[in-house]
């Protein structure tokens, strides 16, 4: 006959909220420094919010990518800040472009371009001061039709009204500063698919624009905020308001200090990124919810215990569950961490940390919150007394 498997052998006595002010003051410290870290050095965005360009490459005849040479020749094209790292094989490479502004070195980028796709010849400048408008004048006159061909080679498309009239070599395009900004980033695409293409494949592109990233970056804001309320009204209607606020402070305190372990490390802050900041939301509150129903029950259970005795007795009975939950999802993260690869390296080290934060959140800030929020272990006692009288 099969026996349960016990964590602990023996009656665990542990006396955690003897450590609840050393702890609370050093979570106190982290957080402001996570705080002020934030504000100054600053989150290190990606292209979903920052706005840029990824492009992910394959050495042609699958051969090793020599990155050094790939990264002097992406860097000489003038396109801004560029990094490269490997991507799961030594052939594959993910390149990343700072998000591109429109301005007159993009524009003579798009005449090299023309040169190459096209002919000798091409002349692409900018338009008048303050507008993004964009002149191109070819070798030889084009019609309606030799135009649209002729502006697709650098990633533009123009409407019936920008067509000029008749057959001209010269075509002015209409843009705000925005849109040239954003057509700059499909110009730098192309020019650096002419400068590799002949030692390397194009396997996919990302191009995120500057409006695009601040709407995502808002929306980002948003699903968090209203992640957390819902999380927060949840546990205010299931418990006493005590327990709302105790499970609000755990929850901040778990997404300020992953997001100052984002700006230690400088790991890439994208939407994988802020997946990791919501999963932990929820996985700190679902453990918090787990004990907070144990503190519940022995409440109505033990009439004359104090509270920090009920606390602590609440977190010796959850523990064993608590470790082998926390202990079996460590495990699951390490093996993305060591295994996953770049895409989900910033994903995984944020949901290893919120493994760690999430658990101690729910023993010492919670439960202590608890504590110095004047929770009454007789504030439940009376209802279930007038509950058994009324069934009796």
């Known amino acids: 006959m099969w026996k349960p498997v016990h964590l602990f052998a023996f009656k665990k006595k542990f006396d955690f909220l003897r450590w609840r002010k050393p702890a609370l003051i050093l979570s106190t410290l982290i957080n402001v420094v996570a705080i ?58 993910l390149i990343r472009i700072q998000r591109q502004e429109g ?17 000798a010849g091409w002349q692409v400048k900018p338009g008048a001061a303050g507008t993004g408008d964009v002149e191109f004048t070819a070798p030889q006159a084009l019609d309606g039709a030799g135009w649209r ?104 305190h778990d997404v300020i200090t992953t997001l100052g372990v984002f700006v230690l490390l400088q790991l890439d802050f994208s939407l994988t990124a802020l997946a990791a900041v919501l999963t932990i939301a929820g996985y700190s509150i679902n453990d918090t919810v787990v004990i907070f129903d144990r503190v519940r029950e022995n409440m109505r259970r033990y009439k004359k215990l104090g509270l920090i005795d ?16 926390s202990g079996t999802v460590f495990v699951a993260v390490l093996a993305l961490v060591v295994f996953g690869g ?12 919120g493994v760690i934060v999430g658990t101690y959140s729910s023993v010492w800030i919670a439960c202590a919150a608890l504590v110095y929020l004047n929770l009454r272990p007789d504030q439940l006692r009376p209802a279930d007394e007038e509950a058994a009288k009324a069934k009796a």
């Open 342 to 353: 770049p895409v989900l390296y910033s994903f995984s080290i944020g949901m290893l940390w």
């Open 36 to 93: 002020l870290a934030v504000v100054f050095v600053g989150l290190n965005f990606g292209i979903d919010f920052k706005g840029g360009i990824a492009l992910q490459v394959r050495a042609k005849q699958g051969a090793a990518a020599q990155l050094d040479a790939l990264r002097a020749t992406v860097g000489g094209l003038g396109v801004g800040e560029v990094s490269l790292q490997e991507f799961g094989e030594a052939s594959t490479v």
């Open 103 to 119: 301005n007159a070195q993009c524009v003579a980028g798009a005449q090299r371009v023309m040169q190459k796709r096209s002919s």
């Open 149 to 252: 061909d002729a502006v697709s080679r650098v990633g533009l498309t123009i409407v019936e009204r920008q067509l000029p009239r008749g057959t001209t070599a010269t075509a002015k395009v209409d843009m705000s500063p925005e849109q040239r900004a954003e057509w700059c980033q499909q110009v730098a695409i192309k020019a650096v698919e002419d400068a590799i293409g002949a030692n390397y494949d194009i396997r996919g592109t990302e191009s995120v624009g500057p409006k695009i990233g601040d709407e995502l970056m808002m929306s980002g804001i948003w699903a968090v905020l209203a992640t957390m309320a819902a999380i927060v009204v949840y546990v205010w209607f299931r418990y006493e308001w005590q327990f709302g606020v105790g499970a609000l402070v755990a929850m901040l």
């Open 310 to 325: 009920l606390l602590n007795l609440s977190l010796n009975e959850t523990l064993s569950r608590t470790l082998m939950t």
